[in-house]
């Protein structure tokens, strides 16, 4: 369709003169996107605002523009703290972000303090562990030596190491406390191993090692698959101990 | 920039490039885009921009709105719903729709033409008083009662370069608020010939309010 019919109804459009259908129609085809019926409405528009400031001026009383300030006052100031369309340096905006460092600062440091206790509790435990083994361990010897039937066995040096000596201390229904000094250190793969012999009938009581003094503390728990101990002997076996000594001998002693 | 309201459409496709408001008013060019800074910063919510744009708007849409509703109390509320508008959509103005004085101004006119109709409507005002005499006298003449006093106004400003025909219905329609019908009911003309005129009319305004415009009727 040609602009001109609609061109003719610009200018009246501009000033509002137009009405009902004619209306409806000229709206309907500046919606449709024409450039150019546009651009003459607009500088209608401007011809008619420059007409309108031809007019004299007349200053309003002076009541009304502080009636409006009034107004926008209100509006403006219950939302002025979390204005979005504030600038960015807008004092709650730098507030905002200073708590937000602020935070993330202290989300950080915790969660490295969280790391460190967490690695300090599981240290503590272990140690705690450790403790408690070793006043169960105490608390067994103590038993065996306060113990009235606590028996005696003082273990001497056979051929193989003549200096080395030991002594065991041995309660039937406690267990005992083995200890040894002057042993030579174990070659590799072998191990020194503790006998508990009754009737002629060895029983393991345990494996050990030998410090660099060539000392040894063996806890012995009680054997209840044995009667009365005779005699305690140290042999020298693979690693790990056997269930019948089959190495050489290295201590032994009856018990008193 | 040969565009305007009375060209043949085949001339209207020569570039329209340059922003619409600028060939208008060379002279008060700063003045313009200082309009246009004040309106953006209220869109920013700048109540100081606000406080500006009322000092220097406020009297020019005045002037407007009671010389077309023809009523202190009326016209005050005009301007104060008016400018609370002004600072609900600063952020909708779009500088390549029209400068700052058409935004505001046309939006003044408009709420004033409605405020009128509406009073018209509820008969507070006189309303075959007006349409006689307006009918009776065919140019020059006011749109509403109130108006009367100051047509020493309207002939000072360029509404009085143009022929009386023509400035009879562009006056009915810019202060009076009628529209066609009503215009070429009242004068007793067809309704193309009052199409016409206001065409005719604004096309001389036009050209009148920017001199390097090249057509004339």
Redesign the interface.
């Known amino acids: 369709m040609?602009?001109?019919p609609y061109?003719?109804?610009?200018?009246?459009y501009?000033?509002?003169?137009?009405?009902g259908d004619?209306r409806s129609r000229f709206e309907a085809h500046l919606r449709e996107g024409c450039?150019?019926c546009e651009?003459?409405v607009?500088?209608?528009?401007?011809?008619?605002?420059?007409?309108?400031?031809?007019?004299?001026?007349?200053?309003?009383?002076a009541r009304?523009?502080a009636?409006?300030?009034t107004?926008?006052?209100a509006e403006?100031r219950p939302s002025r703290a979390l204005?979005w369309?504030?600038?960015w340096w807008a004092p709650w905006r730098l507030t905002l972000a200073g708590a937000l460092a602020v935070a993330a600062v202290a989300v950080l440091y915790l969660s490295w303090q969280v790391t460190t206790l967490d690695r300090e509790l599981a240290r503590r435990s272990g140690e705690l562990a450790d403790l408690r083994a070793k006043v169960a361990e105490q608390q067994q010897l103590l038993a065996v030596l306060r113990a009235p039937d606590t028996r005696v066995a003082a273990l001497g040096g056979l051929k193989p190491s003549p200096a080395a000596h030991g002594r065991m201390w041995w309660n039937r229904e406690a267990g005992g406390l083995f200890v040894a000094a002057g042993l030579p250190a174990a070659p590799g793969g072998k191990t020194y191993q503790l006998w508990a012999i009754a009737g002629g009938k060895p029983v393991s009581a345990g494996i050990f090692a030998v410090d660099a003094g060539g000392g040894a503390t063996l806890p012995v728990k009680p054997l209840p698959s044995i009667g009365n101990v005779e005699v305690f002997a140290v042999t020298l076996e693979p690693a790990g101990g056997l269930p019948q000594p089959s190495g050489e001998m290295y201590l032994a002693g009856k018990v008193l | 920039m040969v565009l305007d309201c009375h060209l043949p459409a085949g001339l209207i496709e020569i570039g329209y490039s340059v922003p619409l408001w600028v060939p208008l008013m060379p002279g008060k060019l700063p003045e313009r885009s200082e309009g246009v800074a004040l309106i953006r910063r209220m869109a920013g919510r700048d109540r100081h921009a606000f406080s500006d744009f009322y000092d220097r708007y406020a009297p020019l849409a005045f002037g407007l709105i009671r010389r077309i509703v023809g009523n202190e109390a009326e016209a005050e509320d005009v301007l104060q719903e008016v400018f609370w508008q002004v600072w609900q959509e600063a952020g909708r103005y779009d500088i390549r729709r029209g400068s700052p004085e058409a935004w505001l101004l046309n939006r003044a006119r408009s709420r004033a033409i409605d405020k009128l109709r509406s009073i018209r409507r509820t008969g507070e005002t006189f309303v075959a008083p007006v349409d006689e005499r307006t009918a009776q006298q065919p140019a020059g003449t006011a749109a509403n009662p109130g108006a009367l006093a100051e047509d020493r106004d309207i002939l000072r400003t360029a509404l009085a370069l143009l022929p009386d025909s023509q400035r009879q219905v562009i006056e009915l329609a810019f202060l009076g608020g009628l529209t066609h019908s009503e215009i070429a009911r009242r004068l007793d003309q067809p309704l193309g010939t009052i199409k016409t005129r206001i065409r005719a009319g604004l096309e001389r305004l036009r050209s009148h309010f920017r001199p390097s415009g090249g057509a004339t009727s």
Request: aromatic fraction near 0%.
């Open positions: 040609s602009h001109e061109l003719e109804l610009a200018a009246s501009a000033l509002g003169a137009l009405e004619e450039r150019e651009v003459v607009s500088e209608c528009g401007e011809t008619l605002a420059a007409l309108a400031a031809d007019l004299p001026p007349v200053t309003p009383p009304l523009k009636a409006l300030m107004r926008i006052g403006t204005d369309r504030s600038p």
